[in-house]
T-cell receptor, first 116, second 114 residues
């Protein structure tokens, strides 16, 4: 079945540092790819998405590019802030339905801590 | 404001009791989903519904049941058959049930079995 693997955390950085959170996927066909962010005690918010190869999703200074050749969707930000501290989830969704496959497949999440 | 509401925010249950978690959306979305989140884990799909009066099992449906009698409501019942029900439960919805659709999440219900 589909799976998503992302780097384990916690990841601790200083404010204004460069951020990369790695994400790779396995899926049938070409899935849509998403990054979600979760703040403590809350639900998930969509950060960005890409639905086909070479698409770049971007939002709030975060970027991720859909790389079919490496089956990756790494999240990057050039200069992080304390307010970026949260848990980040990479997720995929296959275009093929059936057999319980119609939800998102999530990675385990990466806890990001930004220190002032 | 449009969005998804879940209630209650915290729920305590004694072993052997069934409990129902509420999920309501006013986004006019066709598809709705229930996920379970455990510490240090990603979310896992329990049930989903692409249209009223229809729903499908996800990856971990055992011990759970749902109904979809109205477009805006998708309640989840955690039954006594669920062996380890303590978790954070998240409801989501999307315009349709297609792969490119963004899923919008509610604030979650934290269930604790005493």
């Amino acid at each position: 079945g589909d799976s998503v693997t992302q780097m384990e955390g916690p990841v601790t950085l200083s404010e204004e540092a460069f951020l990369t959170i790695n994400c790779t996927y396995t899926a049938t066909g070409y899935p849509s790819l998403f990054w979600y962010v979760q703040y403590p005690g809350e639900g998930l918010q969509l950060l960005l998405k890409a639905t086909k190869a070479d698409d770049k999703g971007s939002n709030k200074g975060f970027e991720a590019t859909y790389r079919k050749e490496t089956t990756s969707f790494h999240l990057e930000k050039g200069s992080v802030q304390v307010s970026d501290s949260a848990v980040y989830f990479c997720a995929s969704r296959s275009p093929y339905s059936g057999g319980g496959a119609d939800g998102l497949t999530f990675g385990k999440g990466t806890h990001l801590i930004i220190q002032p | 404001d449009g969005g998804i509401t879940q209630s209650p925010k915290y729920l305590f249950r004694k072993e052997g009791q069934n409990v129902t978690l509420s999920c309501e959306q006013n986004l006019n979305h066709d598809a709705m989903y229930w996920y379970r989140q455990d510490p240090g884990q990603g979310l896992r799909l329990i049930y989903y519904s692409q249209i009223v009066n229809d729903f499908q099992k996800g990856d971990i449906a055992e011990g759970y049941s749902v109904s979809r009698e109205k477009k805006e409501s998708f309640p989840l019942t955690v039954t006594s058959a669920q062996k380890n029900p303590t978790a954070f439960y998240l409801c989501a919805s999307s315009v349709q049930g297609i792969a490119t659709d963004e899923q919008f999440f509610g604030p979650g219900t934290r269930l604790t079995v005493l």
